[in-house]
T-cell receptor
């Protein structure tokens, strides 16, 4: 079974600074995908970034980047130049590549507050 | 384009009453479908997922059930609601290992 662990329940960062959100996972799959989702106060889930496990290069989307360490099963999200609009709950998620067990599993989430 | 409809947005139900939440997807075929529950300020708990019509996997034994009568329709039900069923329910779909798309959610309050 797949598990996703986000051990930090809350974090706070000053506007314009950088923050890193941690995530670890456990799986016996060799090919899978990892995601970070954002849930703002509106509660609409939004995809932030996606990483394919077979790609060694870390994914980057504007101010968002990941540090993917496959051997350590670690997948952290770095937010650069934090903005007030980044205040939200962030979820790390995992899905295997395919097959009947292709469910999407989320961590418990972390609440990020960006201070002005 | 793909869209997902989830309704109702808000629901207040008495203890012991039945429940039916519906989710429909447009613009895609044979999606994986999911029901999640989120307690206030908490994470997402996967309740059910489905990889095809009539195929339902239950993640957490509880007072709820799910059905998928059509390819793009996913229904969450209960025969008798409990106070502990209160929460925010999210429906989502995905195709393969790509991103999941979420509905707007249903806030259920059991009184």
């Amino acid at each position: 079974a797949q598990t996703v662990t986000q051990s930090q329940p809350e974090m706070s960062v000053q506007e314009a600074e950088t923050v890193t959100l941690s995530c670890t996972y456990d799986t016996s799959e060799s090919n899978y995908y990892l995601f970070w989702y954002k849930q703002p106060p509106s509660r609409q889930m939004i995809l932030v970034i996606r990483q394919e496990a077979y790609k060694q290069q870390n994914a980057t989307e504007n101010r968002f980047s990941v540090n993917f360490q496959k051997a350590a099963k670690s997948f952290s999200l770095k937010i650069s130049d934090s903005q007030l609009g980044d205040t939200a709950m962030y979820f790390c998620a995992f899905t295997p590549h395919g097959g009947a067990n292709s469910k999407l599993t989320f961590g418990k989430g972390i609440t990020l507050s960006v201070r002005p | 384009s793909q869209t997902i409809h989830q309704w109702p947005a808000t629901l207040v139900q008495p203890v012991g009453s039945p429940l039916s939440l519906e989710c429909t997807v447009e613009g895609t075929s044979n999606p994986n479908l999911y029901w999640y529950r989120q307690a206030a300020g908490r994470g997402l708990q996967l309740l059910f997922y489905s990889v095809g019509i009539g195929q339902i996997s239950s993640e957490v034994p509880q007072n709820l059930s799910a059905s998928r009568p059509q390819d793009r329709q996913f229904i969450l039900s209960s025969k008798k609601l409990l106070l502990s069923d209160s929460g925010f329910y999210l429906c989502a779909w995905s195709v393969g290992p790509f991103e999941a798309f979420f509905g707007q959610g249903t806030r259920l309050t059991v009184v």
